[in-house]
């Protein structure tokens, strides 16, 4: 006796209701076919949704990790001092702090030439990578470049350039950074701090371990600086992430509405398939009545045909989902295995869930009106 | 002798819109373990009503009912229903399989929904009884009138019943096939003390009733 056959002794009703659709093919499959259409709307749309936000935060990058310390304008404070740097430096416990200062400079090398930011930084290696070439751990001479400004003056790591004047040995070129960041390196020239005009800094850039750290730091510094008048303004690109982050939760959420409309309709035909075949099926409810059949069994058995549908619907839906899944997330991500993270399973589980749901609910009707006809009205033809 | 099933003083009134049927008048009717009763009488006398009552799948406007010198008039529809499944095996006319079960589910159908662990074992003797022993898994329409007929008695006696209630059992049938579902009436009545009680038309059954009761206008002549 097989697995199935041992289920359907225990749980007749399954049995019953198995043979049941079975009677009509064609109708069960259409009834499956909307509950199918439904989860793979619901599931697909959840999993797009995903995708579109791990594009977007691959985007992003880590810069949640990052914030930006600037001097408050509005007080009157033009730069950071080197006293607001070592408070800063003590309030953050968990990162990397980089003084910077800015300006726009003439970089040329032979006879190509253009005007560029130029950030003097003293730890750039907290910031950026290299490309080519290597980054010396205290930046005292010499400057890195960033990768646009290197395509533009066709510039390799051990070319001079030449900025405003003075000439500068090329320690490397810096990889070119995909996403949003504060001090954008890509078409910047970096060169020692002491090189750049000024005593101050023009901001103060905090990359901690994790978005987390970055919190703390922010929170940190401000008690530090901001205690007697607000000396610092703190920019946290986290508060963009989070922004974002919501936005995407609500384009799901959208998204999953949408497709949740498309099981109400399966819903729908389901009431309308199992009102019908209960109609068709009366006499032989009475029969099973009269025999001694209770109620109860009578709805547990119209209740497991709707819900037979259910996972029928449910199971195909979610094969074709994830098949679905992975067709997308290689097309957009190149990456077809970012199907598979606990996101999209959640709402796989939730599109079947809602699919079965929505089977077992819509059989509910049907089993009631069934189960409370009298026996005897059934039986008479 | 205790009777196994007993109406006293029964009314069956069908409100119609304004017009009053009475179905049942007044009817007073009992039989004994063994017994084979048949109920005659002419269309819309009230036959099939009486075996409704009789069989808790209906209950009377007036009078009493009892199931096993129980009263069973006013039981709520779970207990009428465990009582049809203890003491009532029903024969229809039309049969009332269930197309999408072969023969040996069907015979099982009413222990189906309870643990029964032997069912499957006494549905196939009870259909190799009744002569269909090389046919338990056709369904329904791979059978003949006479041994969908078959079936169906071999359904009804699955709970070991007390009492069969057959309405018009030879009604579809012709008469040779007619005669031997009676003869089986016969045979499970004398060998299982069971009380047998069908309405009909077919004269044939007066040879193997030991009564006969004749309804006219929902009254007992
Ligand atoms: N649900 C009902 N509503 C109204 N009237 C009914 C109902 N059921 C039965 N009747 C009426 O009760 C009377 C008896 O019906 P019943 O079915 O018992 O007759 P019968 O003797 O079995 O007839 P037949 O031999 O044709 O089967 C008939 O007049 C019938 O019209
Ligand atoms: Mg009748």
Do not use: C
Not at chain 1, 148 to 177: C, W
Request: hydrophobic letters at 45%.
């Amino acid at each position: 006796m097989s697995v199935l056959d041992d289920l359907f002794r225990r749980v007749p009703a399954l049995l019953m209701a198995r043979r049941n659709l079975s009677r009509n093919r064609i109708r069960s499959g259409l009834a499956v076919l909307g509950i199918i259409i439904g989860v793979l709307a619901i599931a697909s749309l959840g999993m797009f949704g995903t995708t579109l936000r791990t594009g977007a935060s691959q985007q992003l990058g880590d810069i949640g990790n990052e914030i930006s310390v600037s001097p408050n304008f509005q007080e009157g404070i033009e730069e950071l001092t080197e006293r607001d740097v070592d408070e800063i430096r003590r309030a953050v416990t968990d990162g990397a702090v980089v003084p910077v200062r800015s300006e726009s400079k003439l970089v040329s090398r032979g006879d190509r030439q253009t005007v560029t930011t130029v950030y003097g930084m003293e730890d750039p290696g907290a910031l950026y990578e290299a490309e080519e070439g290597r980054i010396p751990d205290r930046l005292r001479q010499g400057a890195l470049v960033g990768s646009g400004t290197a395509g533009l003056l066709d510039i390799e790591p051990g070319n001079t350039i030449s900025v405003d004047g003075r000439t500068y040995r090329v320690s490397a070129v810096l990889a070119e950074q995909g996403g949003i960041s504060l001090v954008s390196p890509n078409n910047a020239v970096i060169v020692p701090v002491e090189d750049v005009n000024g005593t101050g800094y023009s901001q103060v850039v905090v990359s901690a371990d994790s978005g987390q750290a970055a919190n703390e730091s922010a929170v940190a510094i401000r008690e530090a600086l901001n205690e007697r008048e607000e000396r610092v303004s703190v920019f946290e690109l986290q508060s963009i992430t989070a922004g974002i982050n919501e936005f995407f939760g609500i384009l799901n959420a959208f998204l999953i509405g949408i497709g949740s409309i498309s099981l109400v309709v399966a819903g729908v035909s389901i009431l309308n398939v199992m009102l019908m075949s209960t109609i068709e099926r009366r006499q032989e409810i009475g029969v099973l009545r009269a025999v001694g059949v209770q109620r109860g069994d009578v709805i547990r058995m119209i209740l497991a045909e709707a819900g037979l549908l259910g996972v029928a619907g449910g199971v195909i839906g979610a094969i074709l989902a994830v098949g679905a899944g992975v067709a997308l997330n290689a097309f957009v991500l190149n990456d077809p295995l970012a199907t598979f993270q606990v996101a999209n399973l959640l709402y796989i589980v939730l599109a079947v869930g809602f699919g079965v749901g929505t089977s077992v609910l819509s059989g509910l009707y049907p089993a009631w009106k069934a189960a409370n006809e009298r026996p005897v009205e059934a039986l008479r033809k | 002798m205790n009777h196994i099933i007993e109406l006293q003083r029964v009314w069956k009134r069908y409100d119609t819109g304004g017009e009053v049927v009475e179905a049942l008048r007044d009817v007073d009717f009992h039989a004994d373990p063994g017994e084979f009763v048949a109920v005659m009488g002419p269309s819309g006398s009230g036959k099939s009503t009486m075996l409704n009552v009789l069989g808790l799948l209906d209950t009377p406007t007036e009078g009493t009912v009892y199931l096993d010198g129980q009263d069973v008039t006013d039981l709520s529809d779970r207990e009428m229903t465990v009582h049809r499944k203890r003491f009532i095996g029903f024969i229809f006319q039309s049969f009332h399989l269930i197309p999408t079960l072969s023969a040996l589910e069907n015979v099982e159908m009413p222990t189906l929904f309870g643990d029964d662990p032997t069912a499957r074992d006494r549905a196939t003797r009870l259909l190799e009884r009744v002569g269909l022993g090389e046919r338990l898994d056709h369904r329904p329409d791979q059978l003949s009138g006479g041994q969908k007929q078959r079936v169906a008695i071999a359904r009804a006696l699955i709970n070991e019943p007390r009492i069969l209630l057959a309405d018009e059992p030879t009604g579809n049938l012709d008469r040779k096939t007619g005669r031997s579902v009676l003869d089986l009436f016969d045979e499970i009545r004398r060998e299982d003390d069971v009380a047998v009680i069908a309405v009909t038309h077919d004269p044939q059954l007066g040879d193997y009733a030991d009564r006969t009761v004749e309804l006219i206008d929902g009254r007992i002549q």
